[in-house]
């Protein structure tokens, strides 16, 4: 496959544009003055079925309606946001959808992708959800949308870049989660083409670190299962082949303990009054982690990539109250 360019990403942008949200840019006063640096914050947690993912979707599906190539089932696995994204997207074309997903979906993101029109198949782990997409994208007139591994879906995901650059001007550095890589890798291809000089900084979690292995390695690393932590949007078991090149021109990827993940999850809905999943809440660690490097005052770029979040999750996010800590660089 061709590697994706800013131009393919300025053309999603167009395709998607009637169907989606203009999510604001989000601002915190007090966070600002306890950095001593500017934050400005993509609400993606905003955008339709809660998540970035709606873009990638929908520009895939779009561009192959364009293309007379759009088949009447669509077909997808997905541990949440991508579902709801296939679902919402399919339905909006009249296409029938089914996702395959592991047992451990946050229930309110399976509940979604139902009411959204698909057929959700559960199974015991995310590793069988995987292999049954793949024989189910081998039967007629089906089309498999994979949650990260396609040029159309990274260029899809790369319209959240170049929404929020027509908002905040320049900016010194971007953040964002790394899960299988389509949103950091479109990112990426959009911020370097429009100023080589920003830096784009992924974070993960440790407990599901594959992508930081992947990058120290030279050589995509794989979980044998999906990690139980807090961030489950960044839960895939293992980078892309498409997604892997752009991640290794990262200027950094930081690896984020969970208490600190829940640290930055009370704060961000506690600061930006929204609802914001753990996975987006812990870029916010290697914001602080590349400010500390920094000698001038820098203005950073944060994508909240989600809003998801069921009653069990929150609940483990709030089992310590981190409100009465505050935010610092050295955190």
């Known amino acids: 496959m061709p590697s994706v360019t800013i131009q393919d990403i300025q053309q999603a942008q167009l395709r998607i544009q009637p169907f989606i949200n203009q999510t ?3 601002e915190s006063t007090l966070l600002n003055q306890w950095l001593g640096h500017r934050v400005l914050f993509k609400a993606e947690c905003l955008q339709k079925i809660g998540a970035f993912k709606i873009r990638g979707a929908l520009n895939m599906l779009l561009k192959a309606q364009e293309q007379g190539t759009l088949a009447n089932h669509i077909v997808a696995s997905s541990s949440g946001n991508h579902a709801q994204a296939v679902a919402y997207a399919a339905n909006l074309l009249g296409k029938k959808a089914t996702v395959f997903s592991g047992q451990n979906i946050s229930s309110v993101k399976a509940a979604a992708t139902r009411f959204y029109g698909a057929e959700l198949k559960l199974y015991s782990t995310r590793k069988e959800a995987d292999e049954q997409v793949k024989l189910a994208a081998s039967q007629a007139d089906t089309l498999w949308v994979p949650p990260f591994n396609h040029p159309d879906i990274i260029a899809g995901q790369g319209t959240v870049m ?9 900016v010194d550095a971007v953040f964002a989660p790394v899960g299988g890589g389509g949103l950091v890798a479109g990112t990426l291809i959009y911020a370097k083409g429009s100023n080589p000089n920003c830096a784009v900084i992924g974070s ?3 407990m599901g670190n594959d992508a930081a292995r992947s990058i120290r390695s030279g050589v ?11 961030a489950d949007g960044a839960a ?16 950094d990827i930081v690896e984020v303990e969970e208490h600190k993940i829940a640290y930055w ?4 809905q506690h600061l930006l009054k ?46 310590t109250n981190y409100l009465e800590d505050l935010p610092n660089i050295l955190i």
């Open 24 to 26: 604001p840019i989000l």
């Open 162 to 170: 170049a929404d929020a650059l027509v908002q905040t001007g320049p």
């Open 204 to 206: 993960e979690p440790l």
């Open 220 to 230: 995509i690393q794989s979980l044998d299962d999906s990690p139980n932590t807090l």
């Open 236 to 251: 895939t078991l293992a980078v892309g082949p498409e997604t892997f090149p752009y991640l290794q021109q990262l200027d």
């Open 265 to 268: 999850t009370q704060w961000l």
């Open 274 to 319: 929204i609802h914001v999943e753990p996975t987006s809440a812990m870029s916010m660690q290697a914001v602080c982690h590349w400010l500390k490097s920094q000698s001038s005052k820098q203005t950073v770029l944060v994508i909240l990539s989600g809003g998801n979040i069921d009653q069990l999750k929150m609940q483990k996010i709030w089992q």
